[in-house]
């Protein structure tokens, strides 16, 4: 599917590559659900309108991603429900997204409404997700869901979405340019989206030995994934990195870049250990770092055996960790103790596992596992699914066998061997600051799926993945109602625009020339900084450490050069991963200056993990900030990230719609310039 060398247009010469330019009415980035869904939506819109719309695909790699590469035991759909007898409707699901603070009601409206017609075109491009003899898609709760709303395919919905998508995209001849990397976003002199430039080691010669390749157009939509490569402890897959950075430099606002999710992840293969993986009660271990001395721990953390059970199996309900979830008013330890367990052996230099083929000892009365050790809910659960007893894998192939074959296709026995765990990100609730049909702040640069920032504080579990469908199909409504109105003439760019925005790296005359190990030495010493001072634990201090380094080394970027393709690749990644990091860390430093406290998924406190399991005290929740978006807005040399304080903008109000005026609004497109 991927177009060859002919397909130029023109070329752009300058001192430092002579650059090929292909032009398109829209350009998606991104081969994900979120990229591939979009594409799909503008590629069907250009067939219902009769016109003629050249748009591409442009991806750093068509098999890379989170959406082919992660999940979880039973990766989480969100939308409304589509049981019968349910009384759900878009309003209780928007007000459900919208719970955590720091969520605009529009956009929550937009996402609650769309899901079910986003659900239902990946049901028909043959997603398999599972329905009863009448068709009713049955449901079940997820974290911070109250009606059942969550439905799944098992471990891989998310690959098997993007693969249905692909096909679609595929049959609609949607060319995919394979293989470039995204490095920066051209504007033009009114700051509004132009293009992208990427590089290519397919478009590498001796005029342009960087591979530069630049895709031009008005209609950019940015569906890249989240911040990946920032943290060291992280689920994302390793062949995703980062992107954001791209378009913060290029004027895009940042938005609630303070909220990332953290919870207990499995190391190699990266995956998140949420749902039955908990909920069959593993033994929780840790040994010394030769993997000797192994002894079960939550005991020494939590006051009992039944109250360690408990904790551990609703941590398949609540994954992520949460300040509100760690200890009740009574002093009772709570599921996201048990996280904060992980981090406290993790820092006595000890390795942590979770083993699946011997139960918890306070699980066991005598021979046997007995399930009502661990307290009535997880009980009937249990029950319910015909898992009470034999060991814990036992218990999760009669619950999600599904979950053992994941696990076993990456070469893993889960009856044979412990998996080694940490607490990882996992998901940017944040992202690109976007309106109610996901443009950025940049005109023509919109954000879909994690790139975009339409989350709060938190959210239910498997919304993200509806948001990348509602997100794509409202980006490309957008722009085909522009591209209808005339606005379908690629720009046109000269060689000071090329300047303007190309990073010092591919200038010439760098002066230090840094090795591919060098570079990734460095980007390993930048994900522990982050990790380190933004992640779980938060201080101010420490992030105003953070801070400072990251813009020190922004900083010396104007004096580094490559010597060969791949070192130049690593080295624009580099430099993406500090540009985000100073977005992010900016944001956070920006947050607790302003008195924010600990919620959503970390914590903002002085005190150790082991002082907190220790005190036995409820988490005091920031809620002052709850009705408020903090955005961040950068300068183009990256010195300076300015907050933003916004009002969350209120859900829509009920209000009758008369058929016929929301007809001609919709035929003469006023509904795009609300």
């Known amino acids: 599917m991927a177009k060859g060398k002919s397909d130029y247009d023109c ?61 979880s035991d039973k990766q989480t759909y969100y939308k409304l429900s589509a049981v019968a007898d349910c009384d759900d409707n878009a309003r209780a699901m928007a007000l459900n997204l919208m719970a955590g603070g720091s969520m605009h009601g529009d956009i929550a409206y937009a996402e609650a409404i769309g899901s079910q017609r986003a659900f239902y075109r990946l049901v028909a491009l043959g997603v398999p997700f599972p329905h009863n003899e009448y068709g009713e898609y049955i449901g079940y709760r997820t974290d911070h869901d109250t009606r059942s709303r969550a439905t799944s395919c098992g471990p891989l919905t998310s690959k098997y979405m993007t693969e249905a998508l692909e096909r679609e995209a595929t049959l609609l001849g949607v060319p ?19 293009g992208v430039l990427a590089m290519a080691k397919d478009e590498a010669t001796d005029e342009n ?36 950075g791209a378009a913060l430099i290029a004027g895009a606002r940042g938005a609630n870049l303070t909220e990332s999710q953290y919870g207990i992840a499995s190391i190699t293969p990266r995956w998140n250990l949420s749902g039955s993986y908990q909920q069959v009660l593993p033994r929780y271990i840790s040994t010394d770092s030769d993997g000797k001395n192994e002894r079960e721990f939550l005991c020494d953390y939590f006051a009992s ?31 996201s103790a048990v996280d904060l367990a992980v981090i406290c052996e993790e820092r006595k230099g000890r390795r942590v596992f979770v083993d699946f083929t011997r139960n918890p000892t306070g699980l066991m009365r005598g021979c046997e596992a007995d399930i009502s050790l661990a307290g ?49 990100a996992q998901h940017c609730n944040g992202g690109l600051e976007v309106d109610m049909w996901y443009e950025t702040t940049v005109p023509g640069l919109f954000a879909i799926g994690e790139a975009a920032g339409v989350f709060g504080v938190s959210r239910p579990g498997g919304s993200a993945l509806n948001s990348t469908q509602v997100g794509g199909i409202r980006a490309a409504e957008k722009i085909l109602s522009r591209l209808r109105a005339g606005n379908a003439t690629p720009p046109t760019l000269a060689p000071d625009d090329i300047y303007r925005i190309t990073p010092d790296i591919f200038l010439p005359g760098r002066g230090c020339i ?51 393709f791949d070192e130049a690749r690593e ?40 002082e907190i399991l220790r005190q036995r005290k409820p988490i005091k929740i920031d809620t002052a900030h709850k009705k408020f978006v903090l955005s961040v807005a950068m300068d183009s040399r990256a010195s300076v990230a300015k907050p933003i304080w916004t009002p969350t903008r209120p859900l829509p109000k009920k209000s009758e719609y008369w058929f016929e005026t929301v007809w001609a609004d919709f035929e003469n497109g006023a509904i795009y310039n609300r």
């Open 209 to 244: 030995p960087f591979g530069l390749s630049i895709f031009a157009s008005k209609n950019i939509v940015y569906a890249v994934g989240g911040p990946s490569a920032i943290y060291v402890s992280t689920v994302y897959p390793e062949s995703q990195t980062c992107a954001l």
């Open 305 to 335: 055996a039944g109250e360690y059970l408990n904790a551990q199996f609703l941590k398949g309900y609540e994954w992520p960790f949460s300040p509100s979830k760690v200890c009740d008013k009574s002093g009772r330890l709570l599921s």
């Open 571 to 610: 080295l624009s990644i580099n430099r993406d991963i500090l540009l985000t990091q100073f977005a992010f860390l900016s944001s956070i430093s920006a947050y607790i200056e302003d008195g924010g406290a600990s919620r959503g998924s970390y914590l903002v406190t002085e005190l150790t993990p082991e």
């Open 176 to 194: 995919l340019h394979d293989g470039y990397r995204v490095v920066a976003i051209i504007t033009d002199s009114n700051g509004e989206a132009a």
């Open 376 to 424: 009535v809910v997880a009980c009937e659960y249990l029950e319910r699914c015909g898992a009470t007893g034999g060991t814990p894998i036992s218990r999760l192939a009669r619950m999600n066998p599904k979950a053992i074959e994941l696990y076993r296709s990456y070469g893993v026995d889960l009856y044979k061997e412990p998996l080694e765990i940490s607490v990882c």
């Open 11 to 71: 070329y752009i010469k300058t001192e430092f590559a002579n650059i090929p330019v292909r032009s398109y009415d829209a350009i998606v980035v991104g081969s994900g659900a979120a990229g591939y869904g979009c594409a799909v939506s503008l590629a069907q819109g250009s067939v219902g309108s009769g016109s003629n719309i050249k748009i591409c695909i442009v991806t750093e790699g068509r098999l890379m991603g989170t959406s082919r590469n992660t999940g």
């Open 514 to 564: 840094l090795s591919r190990d060098d570079i990734m030495r460095k980007r390993d010493q930048y994900a522990s900084k982050m990790t380190a001072a933004g992640a779980v634990f938060r201080r101010a201090k420490d992030v105003a450490s953070a801070l400072d380094f990251v813009r020190a080394e922004i900083a010396r970027f104007g004096d580094y050069g490559a010597g060969t």
